[in-house]
Structure formats: C-alpha cells, structure tokens
T-cell receptor, first 113, second 116 residues
Framework: GENVEQHPSTLSVQEGDSAVIKCTYS??????FPWYKQELGKRPQLIID?????GEKKDQRIAVTLNKTAKHFSLHITETQPEDSAVYFC????????????FGTGTRLTVIP | ETGVTQTPRHLVMGMTNKKSLKCEQH?????MYWYKQSAKKPLELMFV???????ENNSVPSRFSPECPNSSHLFLHLHTLQPEDSALYLC???????????????FGPGTRLTVL
C-alpha cells in the first residue's frame, strides 16, 4: 500500500516569512496529492491539490510543487500570517475508484506575530 | 444542517459497552469514509464506501463494524473496544464522478471517543 512521509513534524516561523513542508510517497501509481489544513479543534479542510500531470500549482500565498521522478511534493506558504497556524496534512491517492487518501503524519505550523 | 454532521460529538464508553457513531452528509455525495485520528497516527483511513458498497477495510479490527444504509448515512458500530481505541473518529464524504475537477473530501467535526 501507499506510505506517505511528512517533514517536519513541527515548524515555527516569524510572521511574514515563508514556510515549506515536504512529503514523500511510495506508490508510483499515485497521481493525486491534496493538502489539508486542520485548525485547532476543527475539521480538516482542503487548501490545495495537485495532479501528476502538473509540476506546480499556485493559489495566492500557497503553492504546491510535485516531483514525480523523486516521488516527493511540497507545500509552500509565503508571507505567513498568524491565521496560517494549524496542522497541515499532505496526502496521496490514485485518482480512480473511491479516492482512498493516505495521509502524512502532519506538520504543526506556528506563525509567531 | 449543511455539510457533514456527526453524532455524538463526545462519547465515553466502557470496554464492554456497545455504541454506534453516526455520520450524515447533506452534499449529494456518493462516497463516504471513516478515519481515526490519534496523536500517534494522525488520520488513518479505516473504511470506504463507494455507492454504498464497502471498497476498503484498512486492516481494522472486527470490534469496529461499519454500516452504510444509503449514500447519505454512515455508521460505525463499536463493541468490546480497548483503551487504545480512544481517538477522534472523523467521517468524510466526496463526490466521485468521471471527469470531476476535484476529489475533495469534506470532513465532519468528529466524535471524540474515550474508552475506559
């Protein structure tokens, strides 16, 4: 089965700085890679996703890059704000059937004002 | 109520009890999922139902028994649980359709389960 590893487990940055979270996956057949944000006491919510036919995707201050050859993908947050503080989960799946998502272990991001 | 709802939000049970968790989605989705979220292994996929058919049982012990009577409702029946089963149980749903632009899973608020 798929195995997703995520680093770092915790990350603290000053407000305005950038944050980068990295994930690797094991199954070369995986082709869909979403990122979820979970604020304290709340449910996970999708913030951005990328498919294997694209190398990079950007949405305002967040971007995701994918290297299929190396089987790793990264989340980049620029100009961080205190409200970016949360746990971020990467995931991988094959975009067929029921879209089973296999999640990384999460990164707790703290943005220091 | 909109989105994905779960009841109860909190549950404390003894190891010999039988209880059920309920999930309901109001989004017109056709796939539903159970996840276990604990400090040690965040967001473990437990069960998947695709058009009411169970398509995934991710090596979950038989003391957890899912039920999906229709595409809007999902249950997780619990019996003779162990203290290590204490966790947040999250339900999610998604729309599976050919050519869908997003595969987003929408999560419920979770049930915080404590097994004594």
């Amino acid at each position: 089965g798929e195995n997703v590893e995520q680093h770092p487990s915790t990350l603290s940055v000053q407000e305005g700085d950038s944050a980068v979270i990295k994930c690797t996956y094991s199954d070369s057949a995986s082709n869909y890679f979403p990122w979820y944000k979970q604020e304290l006491g709340k449910r996970p919510q999708l913030i951005i996703d990328i498919r294997s036919n694209v190398g990079e995707k950007k949405d305002q201050r967040i971007a995701v890059t994918l290297n299929k050859t190396a089987k790793h993908f990264s989340l980049h947050i620029t100009e961080t704000q205190p409200e970016d503080s949360a746990v971020y989960f990467c995931a991988a799946s094959k975009e067929t059937g029921a879209n089973n998502l296999f999640f990384g272990t999460g990164t707790r991001l703290t943005v220091i004002p | 109520e909109t989105g994905v709802t779960q009841t109860p939000r909190h549950l404390v049970m003894g190891m010999t009890n039988k209880k059920s968790l309920k999930c309901e989605q109001h989004l017109g989705h056709n796939a539903m999922y159970w996840y276990k979220q604990s400090a040690k292994k965040p967001l473990e996929l437990m069960f998947v139902y695709n058009f009411k058919e169970q398509t995934e049982n991710n090596s979950v012990p038989s003391r957890f028994s899912p039920e999906c009577p229709n595409s809007s409702h999902l249950f997780l029946h619990l019996h003779t649980l162990q203290p290590e089963d204490s966790a947040l149980y999250l339900c999610a749903s998604s729309l599976l359709a050919g050519g869908s632009l997003t595969r987003e899973q929408f999560f419920g608020p979770g049930t915080r389960l404590t097994v004594l």
